[in-house]
Every structure is written in structure tokens, then in C-alpha cells.
């Protein structure tokens, strides 16, 4: 069975300093990799995915993320961080060609200090 | 164009009382979730539907709750006999196809006083 596991439930940066959000899954097939990102009272939403092919993964509002098999992380990260990017954050996995479920972290709640 | 809907936003109800709860998929999105996100977790699968049938319900907690998309579209969620512990947001998401990108909605808040 898949899990995933998010290192830090609270995450405090300052404005302009890196930002990076620890994420380790645990998959017996090759798994699809995701971070969602939730404003206060709105739905997920997508911020990047890995399928196949390039490791290194680009998203929306400057984020990436790297998918590291050996050592099964895909670490969320943002050189320079922005008030707006206040929010909770959570990491998902899949199994490719299998279940289309999403198997979620418990999240990380981002805050950013002017 | 328009994202996933879900109907009420909140609600709240007594212990042992039946709900509702409605998602309005975005349009030709032919799979659509259900997961539910207690407070301070992520959000857990319950059942996924590819058009008309349930594909995957192993989420499912128990036989108190059943879902149902006749038409492939619009789904609703429904719980029998509320317990105090089925308090969450409920999420819907829908997405293309199987596997693709799933798009969620706002959630609908139950409360079981």
C-alpha cells in the first residue's frame, strides 16, 4: 500500500528566503507524484505532478520538485518566497496504471513573515 | 469555464439524520472522487466513479455511506444515520479521464451535532 509522509506540519519562512516543504512516499510500483496547495476556504489546487520522464518538475508560482527514487522524496521547493504563497500544502502519490486514487500527506501549513 | 461545484458549502446536522451532499463535475470530465478531510488531515479517499459506475469504493467507511452518478455526471454523496465522528469537508474532484489531473472543488463542511 502507498503512503505518504510530510516532514513538519508547520513550516515558517521570511518573505524572500527559500521555501522547502519536505515530502517521502512509500510505493511498491512505480508511483505518479503531486503537490496540492490550499488557500483558507478554497478547494486543492494542482501545483505540479510527476509522471514519467524528467525528475526535476516545474510548476505554477515558481515551484518545483524533484523526484528522487533512491531516496523515495519529492521534496516541494521555491527559491524565494511571497506572502501570497501563505497556505497549507499537501504531497500525493498514485500508483501508475493502477488505482486512480489519490493517497494524500497530512500537509504542511506554510506561513511567510514579512 | 466553470470548476467543480459541490452543494451546500455548509451543513450542519443531528446525530442519526441523513444527508446529502452534491458535486456538479466539470463538464465532459467522465471520472469523478469523493474524498473526506477530517481536521488537521489530508484528505482520504472514499469512492471513485468512471461514468455511470463506482470503480473504486474501498474508501467507503461503512454501509452508512453510498454514492450514486446516474447520469455520469452530477454525483451525490449520501450518509445514513450521521455519527459525530462523520464530521469533515467532504471533497469532490473530477477529471478528464482516468489518471488524468484531478480538479477539486470548494468541499461541502458537514457538521454532526
Known amino acids: 500500500a502507498q503512503s505518504v509522509t510530510q516532514l513538519g506540519s508547520h513550516v515558517s519562512v521570511s518573505e524572500g528566503a527559500l521555501v522547502l516543504l519536505r515530502c517521502n512516499y512509500s510505493s511498491s510500483v512505480p508511483p505518479y507524484l503531486f503537490w496540492y496547495v490550499q488557500y483558507p476556504n478554497q478547494g486543492l489546487q494542482l501545483l505540479l505532478k510527476y509522471t514519467t520522464g524528467a525528475t526535476l518538475v516545474k510548476g505554477i508560482n515558481g515551484f518545483e520538485a524533484e523526484f528522487k527514487k533512491s531516496e523515495t522524496s519529492f521534496h516541494l521547493t521555491k527559491p524565494s518566497a511571497h506572502m501570497s504563497d501563505a497556505a497549507e500544502y499537501f504531497c500525493a502519490v498514485s500508483l501508475q496504471g493502477g488505482s486512480e486514487k489519490l493517497v494524500f500527506g497530512k500537509g504542511t501549513k506554510l506561513t511567510v513573515n514579512p | 469555464g466553470a470548476g467543480v461545484s459541490q452543494t451546500p458549502s455548509n451543513k450542519v446536522t443531528e446525530k442519526g439524520k441523513y444527508v446529502e451532499l452534491r458535486c456538479d463535475p466539470i463538464s465532459g470530465h467522465t471520472a469523478l472522487y469523493w474524498y473526506r478531510q477530517s481536521l488537521g488531515q489530508g484528505p482520504e479517499f472514499l469512492i471513485y466513479?468512471?461514468?455511470?459506475?463506482?470503480?473504486?469504493d474501498s474508501g467507503l467507511p461503512n454501509d452508512r455511506f453510498f454514492a450514486v452518478r446516474p447520469e455520469g455526471s452530477v454525483s451525490t454523496l449520501k450518509i445514513q444515520r450521521t455519527e459525530r465522528g462523520d464530521s469533515a469537508v467532504y471533497l469532490c474532484?473530477?477529471?478528464?479521464?482516468?489518471?488524468?489531473?484531478?480538479?477539486f472543488g470548494p468541499g461541502t463542511r458537514l457538521t454532526v451535532l
Open positions: 474532484a473530477s477529471s478528464h479521464e482516468a489518471a488524468d489531473t484531478q480538479y
Open positions: 466513479f468512471q461514468g455511470t459506475g463506482a470503480a473504486d
